[in-house]
């Protein structure tokens, strides 16, 4: 019995928690559809001015269709910052096939594929071609290092991710195979190092181990920037 003067404790019922609705199977199918479409969307769009204008279509549009394409799945400044990196890596073989003489065409964007810059009637020179090969990833990572430091200064992630990147795209073009740039330096050392592509097999040989020092510190050059330009992502 409560005492004269005391009034009874009222306890209020403990909340109620209300568990978050689980994701229906319609919205998980709803996101997979809207983010298919983001994907092929851009490759729909190609193929249709493929259709229309033939090959200019790819010459002409190809760097909108790029942007477009990156855009819609990373977003706006994303997808013309990145088009903008794969320019200036294809700059530098347009600027250096120039400089040797060539007659090289203007670079041409494949959207989700890259770019390429093709070499009209150039016949095969193993040092003159690893030096068309080398200037693109270099001068790529000198564009995405110039996005580092506007990055750093401007302690902007956005710009640090951007430059990532362009670090990684040069470096993955150094890899030694295919039609990446990697490969032309490797088939162009393999004949400067056995002593061919040059007047006297001396010269091709000490060619050959310039070529290969290009390559490797190209690509340890990319490799730091990499490190240097890496933003730690708490969500993972």
Excluded: C
Excluded at 39 to 58: D, H, Y
Excluded at 159 to 164: D, G, I, W
Aim: proline share 7%; glycine share 12%; aromatic share 10%.
């Amino acid at each position: 019995m409560d005492r004269p003067g005391e009034l009874e404790a009222v306890h209020a019922p403990d909340p109620v928690t209300v568990p978050e609705p689980a994701s229906l199977p319609q919205d998980v199918d709803r996101h997979r559809a809207s983010w298919l479409a983001r994907l092929f969307a851009p490759v729909i769009v190609a193929v249709g001015l493929l259709v229309k204008f033939g090959g200019f279509s790819i010459k002409f549009f190809g760097i909108f269709i790029a942007v477009g394409g990156y855009a819609l799945i990373w977003g706006w400044a994303f997808g013309v910052g990145f088009v903008l990196l794969i320019a200036v890596h294809e700059l530098g073989h347009y600027v250096e096939a120039r400089r040797q003489g060539l007659d090289p065409a203007l670079p041409v964007f494949v959207p989700f594929l890259g770019a390429y810059v093709a070499l009209r009637n150039a016949p095969f020179d193993p040092w003159r071609n690893a030096l068309v090969s080398i200037a693109g990833p270099i001068l790529g990572g000198l564009g995405a290092a110039a996005v580092l430091f506007v990055g750093e200064m401007r302690d902007d992630r956005f710009l640090l991710a951007l430059a990532y990147t362009g670090f990684f795209l040069n470096l993955i073009n150094l890899i030694p195979a295919g039609p990446l740039d990697g490969g032309h330096l490797l088939r162009a050392w393999r004949v400067l190092k056995s002593g061919g592509g040059r007047r006297s097999p001396e010269e091709a040989r000490r060619l050959g181990r310039l070529v290969a020092l290009l390559a490797l510190g190209t690509a340890a050059a990319l490799a730091v920037g990499m490190v240097v330009a890496h933003v730690p992502q708490g969500r993972l």
